[in-house]
């Protein structure tokens, strides 16, 4: 799912991306964040290039086996607050 900003399509979103979800993906980004419940988001600039404005975050949960992509065009700060707003929902 994107949405988009004013004059700025796909400013920010959350995938799945179909990889296998394993944590040393999320381990090789230069910022780690581990969860109480065991998910581990790794983010950074896009690209693996932290000079990028552009951020991304892949994100692995447990029970989950696919790899999450988060990203946003605004900093850090929105994609972790992203990430912190997402919850998990049993639809069985």
Not at 15 to 25: E, K, N, P, Q, R
Request: proline content about 3%; glycine content about 18%.
């Amino acid at each position: 799912m994107a949405w988009d900003a004013d004059g700025f399509r796909s400013a920010f979103g959350v995938a799945g991306t179909g990889v296998g979800a394993d944590a040393s993906l999320a381990q090789r980004w230069p910022g780690v964040v581990r969860y109480a419940d065991g998910s581990v988001l790794g983010y950074g600039g896009e690209g693996l290039d932290d000079s990028n404005p552009k951020r991304l975050g892949e994100l692995v949960i447990p029970g989950q086996r696919c790899l999450y992509q988060v990203w946003s065009g605004f900093g850090d700060d929105h994609l972790l607050r992203i990430v912190s707003s997402l919850r998990y929902v049993d639809v069985g």
